[in-house]
């Protein structure tokens, strides 16, 4: 299983970008990386998955280069909102792991 | 709307005493995972279903135990909880294969007295 390490806290202000790096050195061929959000209290939600190169949807953007070692999960324009903590997944649907996660802290 | 549903949302037991968690999901997918997490750590995988195949981690205690009677309903039991299994109990589901992304239930949050 690949091992997986994200930073433990960010800090950004209202309507800035962030981006936050999981760094997933042994990752195998058939591993897929799924970045996931969760409030207190919650269920993590699924926000974006992507294999290589660049994923976008309505609200994330994914970059993982060439060599697969690491992604980038860049949430443009953060909201009070956005505060939560977010974690990466490494794997296949059978065998994967949970990086330890960021907790992002949006300030006004 | 489609959803994992977690029943109950917060359990509280005694130390010792057996206890049952359910998860019921409505998106016929084929798996179904389980789930322990503590405060501030990631989730912690402790088995899951592959239809009905069991396939439990490694270092998931004996006292945990699963059954799945059906493609939409998962139990976990928790034989004779300690204090140490006090966490969030989260139910999730994929459709089955290679990278496909999992739906997470609510929650249970158990607290042992």
């Known amino acids: 299983l690949a091992k997986t390490t994200q930073p433990i806290s960010m800090d950004s202000y209202e309507g800035q970008e962030v981006n936050i790096t999981c760094s997933h050195n042994?990752?195998?061929?058939?591993?897929?990386i799924t970045w996931y959000q969760q409030f207190p209290s919650q269920g993590p939600r699924f926000i974006i998955q992507g294999y290589k190169t660049k994923v976008t949807n309505e609200v994330a953007s994914l970059f993982i280069p060439a060599d697969r070692k690491s992604s980038t999960l860049s949430l443009p324009r953060v909201s009070l909102s956005d505060t939560a903590v977010y974690y990466c997944l490494v794997g296949d649907g059978q065998n994967f792991v949970f990086g330890p996660g960021t907790r992002l802290s949006v300030l006004p | 709307d489609a959803m994992v549903i977690q029943n109950p949302r917060y359990q509280v037991t005694q130390f010792g005493k057996p206890v049952t968690l359910s998860c019921s999901q409505t998106?016929?997918?084929?798996?179904m995972y389980w789930y322990q997490q503590k405060s501030s750590q990631a989730p912690k995988l402790l088995f899951h279903?592959?239809?009905?195949?069991?396939?439990n981690e490694a270092d998931t205690p004996d006292n945990f135990q699963s059954r799945r009677p059906n493609t939409s309903f998962c139990f976990l039991d928790i034989r004779s909880p300690g204090l140490g299994d006090a966490a969030m109990y989260l139910c999730a589901t994929s459709r089955s294969g290679v990278g496909d992304t999992q739906y997470f239930g609510p929650g249970t949050r158990l607290t042992v007295l």
């Open positions: 279903y592959y239809d009905k195949d069991f396939n």
């Open positions: 042994n990752i195998a061929t058939n591993d897929y």
């Open positions: 998106l016929n997918h084929n798996v």
